[in-house]
């Protein structure tokens, strides 16, 4: 077996330079999604693979699979892959390292002319950040049949234009049907995005699953009425009633170890310095690594809410509009990825992630797994975001062995037959 090793230095000089489109004075990077930014960089990306031999396919859903033939090009590809659109005020690894962190393992193997049984892919999943257009991760939904085409299509950003529109614009609307494409694997390396791998002295976490996550709106309804002439006992003040569900929820996702639980959005009405407010609109985002432990936190904060609300004499609606399991990835991927940071000489750990990623929706229809790598005091989603060359390089190397071993475990399969 070859020893084949990733160019750090070209890696890290990918990151930076791509960086550029759509950089921020403070160091990040604003590239929202079928913009004409994201356009450049697709464009980048599809230059660079193509000068490394690669054939680049375009799907419904402007997802970009850049294909390095293998021994056999009848066996579906091994993937890897993550998504090249920021947040508004995003960083300069989120997504993007797993492409290019891809690319560099991909242009390892031009590098050595290595041969690899299966052909392997670079994916360049679009709107995984949801920041334009909600909701994230919709292509790689789409890819494995959470949503349908036409639904993703009709997605509006805030001015009106849509999803399907914004493809054809910047001309990354291709004629694939999104989700047609088979995998044989699929493999996303990712920075953290949380402290834990950086406060244990661990360069790359084993992700063996993706924690389940439920979102609701709550609306809480109350009387709206004048700020000065309302008596206290006679007041019916929703956003009071807000203000003690918020603490309710962040009181009961403390009782778990492993939960978090959120309230990130509220809206007032009618909004006024003089009116006590009758309404109130605001989300709630649950997460836990169990998801029993989830469906306990929601029916105590239910219950907590309509105790909270009778007290002041409102009502509360709670409507479920997210629900997704825990996700378990494959055992398989899960090894190849342990085998590889042992191969690679790093220390790692297991590790749940915390986010939600596109590998935990390709996971459903294809065996995945991710790889992740520390970043600075866990921030992420945020222009200060920052891992090091190392730390990236190393994420690049694991990814590499990652994929060749599952390679020869692929030719045994095949071999045996
Ligand atoms: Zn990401």
Same mark, same amino acid.
């Given at each position: 077996m070859q020893n084949l090793a990733i160019d750090r230095e070209r890696l890290w000089d990918e990151l930076m330079e791509t960086a550029a489109i759509g950089g921020t004075p403070k160091g990040g990077i604003c590239r929202l999604t079928l913009t004409d930014l994201d356009r450049q960089v697709r464009d980048w990306f599809r230059a660079r693979c193509e000068? %490394? $031999?690669?054939?680049v396919t375009v799907d419904d859903m402007g997802a970009m699979y850049a294909r390095r033939k293998g021994q056999r090009d009848d066996i579906p590809p091994i993937a890897m892959g993550s998504h090249l659109d920021t947040q508004p005020t995003g960083g300069k690894f989120d997504g993007t390292l797993g492409v290019f962190a891809a690319l560099e393992?991909? +242009?390892a193997l031009h590098r050595? $002319?290595? !041969?690899?049984? +299966? *052909?392997? !892919?670079v994916i360049n999943w679009t709107n995984e950040e949801g920041s334009r257009f909600t909701p994230g991760m919709i292509a790689s939904a789409v890819f494995a049949g959470a949503y349908t085409r036409d639904w993703a299509h009709a997605r509006q950003d805030r001015q009106g234009e849509t999803f399907g529109g914004a493809l054809e614009k910047i001309g990354y609307r291709g004629g694939e049907r999104c989700g047609d494409r088979k995998l044989s694997a699929f493999f996303e390396v990712h920075i953290?995005? $949380? *402290?834990? %791998? !950086?406060? #244990? $002295?661990k360069d790359i976490g084993i992700v063996t699953g993706v924690q389940a996550m439920r979102w609701y709106e709550m609306t809480i309804t109350g009387q709206d009425s004048h700020a000065g002439t309302t008596p206290m006992a006679r007041r019916r003040d929703a956003l009071l009633g807000a203000a003690r569900i918020v603490d309710a929820v962040d009181a009961c996702a403390r009782k778990f *170890? !492993? +939960?978090v639980g959120t309230v990130g959005l509220l809206e007032t009405k009618p909004g006024s310095p003089n009116v006590i407010p009758g309404e109130i609109y605001m989300t709630l985002d649950l997460r836990d690594p169990d998801a029993t432990i989830v469906e306990r936190m929601e029916s105590e904060i239910i219950a907590a809410a309509k105790r909270i609300a009778d007290n002041i004499g409102l009502t509360v609606a709670t409507k479920?509009? %997210?629900n997704e399991p825990a996700v378990r990835f494959d055992a398989g991927c899960v090894a190849a990825v342990r085998a590889a940071a042992a191969a690679s000489g790093l220390s790692s750990r297991d590790i749940i992630s915390r986010a939600w990623h #596109?590998?935990?929706y390709v996971s459903r229809v294809t065996p995945g797994a991710m790889i992740f790598v520390p970043c600075k005091d866990g921030v992420s989603h945020n222009e200060a975001e920052f891992s090091s060359k190392e730390q990236c390089a190393a994420g +690049?190397?694991?990814l590499l062995q990652a994929v060749l071993d599952y390679d020869r475990r692929l030719a045994e399969r095949f071999g045996e037959k």
């Open positions: 000068a %490394l $031999g690669c054939t393992a991909l +242009a050595a $002319g290595y !041969e690899t049984f +299966a *052909p392997i !892919e953290e995005q $949380g *402290p834990f %791998l !950086e406060a #244990d $002295g *170890p !492993e +939960a479920n509009i %997210l #596109d590998a935990a +690049a190397q694991v």
